[in-house]
């Protein structure tokens, strides 16, 4: 069963409930441009302690984690950042406008008792990397906070938890923040009524995790380390949980969107005979002039839009008909796993053609990943190739999921991210 509890969040201490300048993106969306525009706005900016400055190593001196440690224990020393006096469950919304409408999705904000996977109650969808995994373990370890939450989803068809969001965001919001014409607003509720009762709604709920598998899966390597090192602490403790957002998979707002890829072989692209090779698979077509991306959305077969470095325009390569993809990828996986996009991609495109995947880590480096179709296809003039794709969808999240299996990594794009900054949790 699934634990979740209010908790006593640390939060900036501001006169201003307005704390855009404070806030930030999730950590690994962040590039060096703009950890430093984001600490122009001010030096206390969640960043530093997200992203902290210094080497990896956490043998060298003056490195990322023991900045980030030093920064952590400053901040709430100094009154920058505050405890909340009592467990608070804490209501996120989010709005945005996409196609023309307002879009609004809600999230609670509460601790969450760490499982292992085998658990069955919290369920990763995404494979993780073992680069990022050591990061995050290393500043969890040196900071022992939840410095943003893991974004977790849930079945809620007949929607009993609206109830809940609407006691809690009649008060007053006590925080809002404003990004990239993202804005994001959140409520403190201390009333233990209403926290009781949604630990009840989720008590024989699981938790899919939408977002932030490397967090998820670093706080339970640190629950697992504190055990060693206190082993004869009796009851819950702080590190026996984590901080999760929480959305409803029901949630008519919720919008996921693709990751896309731009790759590069490893030599110069032979553009002719990557087509030449692709058509093994793919009816493979030219698309006339004119917005590309539309010409996925009809679509019943596994397709994406690709174009190379010599390409003017992109092209559309849709799976043939008749090929049997339980032929084609011979792996020990399920019929869902096999029939996913980004799996049909990874396996009959990237490895084969590129030499591109994720159980050979050194290849990595050579694909990365955006959701802006432009300008995937605009970096097609410093790389080999870029391939458009179409968003997975829940359902398919949800059977691969439940099958026990995990996506290829940047299978789903859940927008708008998380905000860092707002909540932030210590697990000490």
């Not at 069963?1 to 409930?17: E, I, K, L, N, T």
């Not at 930030?24 to 430093?36: C, G, L, N, W």
């Amino acid at each position: 069963m699934a634990r979740v509890q209010p908790f006593s969040a640390w939060r900036y201490a501001r006169s201003d409930s307005d704390l855009s300048a404070v806030t930030a993106p999730p950590y690994d969306v962040i590039s060096r441009t703009q950890r430093e525009e984001l600490i122009s706005r001010d030096p206390h900016n969640v960043v530093v302690l997200e992203l902290p400055e210094g080497p990896l190593d956490p043998a060298l001196p003056g490195n990322r984690y023991a900045r980030g440690k030093e920064a952590w224990g400053e901040m709430r020393a100094t009154g920058v950042l505050a405890r909340d006096a009592s467990p608070q469950l804490y209501v996120l919304e989010q709005s945005y406008e996409i196609a023309g409408r307002t879009v609004r999705r809600r999230a609670f904000i509460a601790e969450v008792g760490i499982e292992p996977f085998e658990a069955d109650v919290i369920i990763p969808h995404e494979r993780t990397l073992p680069k990022a995994l050591g990061d995050r373990f290393e500043l969890i370890k040196a900071t022992g906070a939840n410095l943003s939450p893991v974004f977790g989803l849930f079945d809620d068809p007949a929607c009993t938890t609206d109830v809940l969001f609407d006691e809690v965001m009649s008060t007053k919001p006590v925080a809002s923040a404003t990004d990239d014409d993202v804005t994001s607003v959140l409520w403190a509720c201390a009333d233990s009524d209403v926290a009781g009762r949604l630990t009840n709604l989720m008590a024989d709920k699981r938790i899919f995790i939408a977002d932030g598998h490397h967090r998820y899966t670093t706080a339970l390597a640190y629950r697992d380390l504190r055990r060693e090192q206190e082993p004869t602490f009796e009851g819950d403790a702080p590190w026996d949980f984590v901080m999760m957002a929480l959305v409803s998979m029901d949630d008519p707002d919720l919008t996921v969107l693709p990751y896309h890829r731009i790759a590069d072989a490893p030599s110069r692209l032979d553009s002719a005979q990557f087509y030449e090779r692709l058509g093994e698979f793919f009816d493979v077509t030219e698309l006339p002039p004119g917005h590309p991306s539309s010409s996925l959305t009809h679509l019943e077969r596994q397709s994406f839009l690709v174009k190379t470095r010599d390409d003017e325009r992109a092209r559309l390569a849709v799976l043939r008909a008749g090929i049997d993809l339980a032929e084609a990828i011979p792996l020990d996986r399920s019929t869902a796993w096999k029939d996913l996009d980004v799996t049909v991609l990874q396996e009959l495109v990237l490895w084969p053609l590129l030499g591109i995947h994720p159980d050979h880590p050194e290849t990595l480096d050579r694909i990365s990943f955006t959701k802006d179709a432009h300008e995937a296809l605009r970096e097609t003039s410093v790389h080999d190739v870029a391939f458009i794709l179409r968003p997975t969808a829940l359902t398919q999240l949800k059977e691969v999921s439940l099958s026990g299996e995990t996506m290829p990594q940047k299978s789903t794009y859940f927008y708008p991210k998380l905000p860092s900054g707002l909540v932030l949790r210590s697990a000490e």
